[in-house]
């Protein structure tokens, strides 16, 4: 979740040569993916699609419609766990210390983890649900450390089980980072054969019931999403990514997504995901690099692609608000479940908007500021072109 603005250049950047890949460019400044910001969106919006259908709000045919589109759509989450690795280690400065790469990530993260988690609060206290959280509940969950215990995962808002996965990846990235930094390419392939080999292997135990408590939400059970974005990322930077296209790839993507119902519910569907999203992220930043045509770089979606992270964080509430109104599971007919459909989403990107406008940004620029004024060189294109994909 990177901390800078992605904006559309004007003229697509050149590719980089193998040397100046494997160098670190003056003051760490990378040309910026804003395919990457788009795919983000596509992701939330699986999601969102969902928990619409958990929700049960069309019935019939128009029900099962959405049933067969995005029944597998929590695969989103690890589509944003891959890519969160990938723009970890696009966007790296070069000699950072670890506690000034979290710090930034405290404050890309925690302004719209706490305004939501409070929000959550507020909606449990109103709509007189018994089962409101402990203190000790609430205080893992600010901290990012509840979905450690499974009981726990989906305490106060229960998306934000994700941010306590990612909150493990950003104490682990310098570390990983710094091996990356000493492998060659073919050393970064192990590793990233030896990530997919750990996720396959996990994905299979989960489905057989191997384990005393289920993987999907478990931290370190994602780790290996994670690292295999932190790979292609370093393969992209040495100029030795040899993955499918962005067309293939996204065919590959599409393939496994559709995949996912053929299998156990849960992590296993990591297994049918893994190998199109691990190649899509990289194609589609390879196509900004080069230029080249790509669907997810328009300007609105890489707007909708900034909103993404707010979005995800708000809009469970929103369905849930809407059980007092609406009753649980409605199924209405296709007329109207389509027209609350269309509500629950515009109040969701309203609310959406008005964090990151209200919220994400401003606290995340009062969380950064510096004493000392901090000297930057001229960014090359677009506003900051550290930024890779919004992570």
Known sequence: MTTATTRTPRTPPGRPDA??????????????LPSLTGLRWVAALLVFGLHINNFGYLGGQAGRLVSWAFT?????VSFFFILSGFVLT?????????????RRRIARVCPVHVATALLALALAFAMGRPGLPTWKQTLANLLLVHSWWQPWWQTLNPVSWSLACEAFFYALFPALYWLLRRLNARGTLVLGGVAAM???????ADAHHWLNQPLYSLPAARLPEFVLGTVTARLVLLDRWRGPGLEGSLALAILGYFLVPQVAPGYAATSCTLAGFTALIPAAAVADLRGLPSLWRGRRLVRLGELSFAFYMVHLLVLRAGISVLGDKPRFGAAAGIGVTAAAFAVSLGLSWALFEGVERPVRRLLLRSRRPEVRPAAPAGKETVAAGRD
């Open 19 to 32: 040397a100046t890949a494997r160098s670190s460019p003056p003051g760490g400044v990378r040309p910026s």
């Open 72 to 76: 597998p759509g929590g695969t989103g």
């Open 90 to 102: 696009w966007s790296a400065r070069p000699n950072d210390r670890a506690p000034g790469f979290w």
């Open 198 to 204: 750990v996720a396959l292997i996990l994905a299979w």
